[in-house]
């Protein structure tokens, strides 16, 4: 199933939690972290389990996000959190190896407990910060559950000390390292959300560079953004038409004993069959 836009949902706000479900994002973040204020992160999570079955009710694909290990609140947040219905969880502060193995072990045993078969909650994983920089490809391998993971800029930024600008080029280096880390462990690249909700200019600007990178989707904070990330990071009319020319000239060309086909002024070989076949998702 595509992830192309992810929205987040804070668990506590009703009226969001009612609207989720119908704002066609392809996953539901329901949020125990960064939207939920301290005084609020035990009430939240035992809201959890019946906002759970009630999204999941209407929508296949619902994570939810819990505290990092180091709060002492993850435990806590993935017993909440684990029962049929649930698709993953949302990890943040994925630092390393041994974080990712230590929640594994979790799930396993919250699995075994609720009757649910073994490796039923995927995980998705936030790199944001240096370290976990650093050890994409560790964290991306510790567990078989891993589906994808998100580059979380805000964070990241935070843990550097540093300030991203409209360009993003100061993230440029750390963002593009995971989308290849993804794409060599067989996962999904899910990019940081954009703040602005208003004017949509900026998110649509933001998914279209990350998909250029390999991305293949993006966290939404609004339902506005929802349909600008489906939309980028769908395939276009455009794309599909050029994905099926190519294919059928490739093809011609090889029942002709030909390697290489010109179409449209520009040769096509194998690695742009290649690519146009991956795009039309064959
Ligand atoms: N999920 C579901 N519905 C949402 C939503 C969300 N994340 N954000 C807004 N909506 C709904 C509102 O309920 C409203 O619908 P209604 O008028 O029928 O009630 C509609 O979308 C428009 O909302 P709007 O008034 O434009 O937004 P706002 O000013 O109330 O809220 C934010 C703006 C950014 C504060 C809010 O979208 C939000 O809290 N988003 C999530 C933030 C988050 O999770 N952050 C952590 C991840 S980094
Ligand atoms: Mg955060």
């Known amino acids: 199933m595509p992830l192309r836009s992810l929205l987040f949902v804070p668990v506590l706000r009703e009226r969001f939690v009612e609207k989720a479900a119908t704002s066609g994002a392809d996953a539901i973040i329901l949020d125990l972290e960064d939207s ?12 959890a389990p019946e906002v759970l079955q009630r999204v999941a009710a209407q929508h296949p ?12 609140l993850l435990e806590q947040d993935l017993h909440a959190a684990v029962a049929p219905g649930l698709a993953g969880i949302s990890l943040p502060k994925a630092n390393g190896p041994e974080t990712v193995r230590q929640v594994d072990a ?13 490796g039923y ?13 650093m050890a994409v490809e560790q964290s991306l391998a510790a567990s078989p559950r891993v589906l994808g993971a998100c580059f979380g800029a805000e964070d990241y930024t935070a843990d550097l000390g540093i300030v991203r ?6 993230v440029a280096w750390a963002r593009t390292r995971m989308a290849v ?4 462990a067989g996962v999904l690249a899910l990019d940081t959300p954009a703040a602005e909700f208003r004017d949509l200019a900026k998110p649509r600007a933001e998914a279209a560079f990350a998909r250029s990178i390999g991305y293949r989707g993006k966290h939404c904070i ?10 980028v990071f769908g395939l276009s009319d455009a794309e599909a038409a050029w994905a099926n020319g190519v294919v059928a000239a490739y093809e011609a060309g090889e029942r002709a004993g030909l390697g290489a086909v010109a179409l449209d002024g520009a040769m096509v070989d194998r690695p742009v069959y290649l690519r146009a076949l991956r795009l039309l998702g064959r």
Not at 222 to 231: E, G, I, L, T
């Open 181 to 184: 880390a993804c794409h060599a």
């Open 222 to 231: 609004h339902p506005d953004q929802v349909a600008v990330c489906n939309d």
């Open 36 to 47: 939920i204020a301290a005084a609020e992160k035990a009430p939240a999570r035992a809201a």
């Open 106 to 118: 979790y799930l396993t045993l919250l699995e075994r407990v609720r009757g649910l078969p073994s």
């Open 165 to 170: 600008s409209e360009g993003m080029e100061e």
């Open 121 to 133: 909650v995927r995980l998705l994983l936030w790199i944001e910060s240096a370290k976990g920089v």
């Open 61 to 72: 694909q619902v994570f939810i996000r819990v505290n990092g290990l180091d709060t002492g």
